[in-house]
């Protein structure tokens, strides 16, 4: 089980995240990346996974490192 973490204040809307890994990452009506059924918790994003696969590509490729992958 791995857990995914975005901090959404952060985000600067680039798209690396969706278009590395679209079955996840999705832009909010804000314009900000969200995760598709994730849990906002105050301003961030969380949500537990099973299998981290692409999330971990998404975490790499985001430029303003916001994107955090937990084991």
Same mark, same amino acid.
């Given at each position: 089980m791995a857990k995914i973490e975005i901090?959404?204040?952060?985000? @600067?809307?680039?798209?690396?995240?969706?278009?590395?890994?679209?079955?996840?990452?999705?832009?909010?009506d804000d314009g900000l990346s969200t995760l598709k059924g994730g849990q906002r918790v105050g301003d961030n994003d969380e949500q537990? @996974?099973?299998?981290?696969?692409?999330?971990?590509d998404a975490e790499e490729s985001c430029p303003v490192t916001i994107i955090?992958?937990?084991?």
């Open positions: 901090e959404r204040p952060m985000c @600067i809307s680039c798209g690396n995240c969706i278009d590395t890994c679209p079955e996840l990452f999705e832009f909010a537990e @996974i099973d299998d981290p696969g692409c999330s971990r955090h992958v937990y084991d």
